[in-house]
């Protein structure tokens, strides 16, 4: 019993050849509120056969953040499928680093990497071991030379951009 914490521990540490996972500065909770559409991910197993994507958080009362994870499964017109959940901030210094739980006691952590502090238009969501990582947009499309900047940028926080995937999204 006592050896899955210490394996669950080992797999999500961070690569001992990096330096550690580097956020944003500074994240304005009400302006990340609403909803985030997946433009692409470092594909996860309970992701999988999931489309069209989206992330939708909102205030609760006493300051936790609703999760609502949604997508549809196989295709754009497959089965709706989606989780609720709860995140919180762990460092209120720049609100970059949060905690997810979707099912309780399990939790991970939820850190944005990237942000568009000028119009909050896109973000990039990591983990510190870089085996988690999410490319968000406010619309399902991003254009091709964000995208292509981002990856770069991703990169340069360690990231393996071959295990990125593109996320199927609604054509506008």
Known sequence: MLLF?????AALAAEPHLP?????????LERYLGTWYEIATI???????????????????GGDIRVVN???????????????GK??????????????RFFWPFSGDY???????????YAVVGHPN???LWILCRRPQMEEPLYRDLLSRIAGHGYDLSLIRRTLQPEP
Do not use: H
């Open 70 to 84: 949604a997508c549809r499964k196989d295709s754009l017109n497959g089965k709706p499928k989606s989780v609720t």
């Open 43 to 61: 594909p996860q197993r309970f992701q999988k056969g999931c489309t069209g994507v989206t992330a939708t958080y909102s205030l609760l009362p």
């Open 130 to 132: 870089r085996k988690y």
């Open 111 to 121: 850190w944005i990497v990237e942000l568009d502090s000028a119009d909050y238009r």
């Open 20 to 28: 550690p996972l580097q956020t944003v500065p500074r994240v304005e």
């Open 87 to 100: 995140a919180w901030v762990t460092d209120k210094s720049t609100n970059a680093k949060l905690k997810v």
């Open 5 to 9: 914490p210490v394996l669950l521990a």
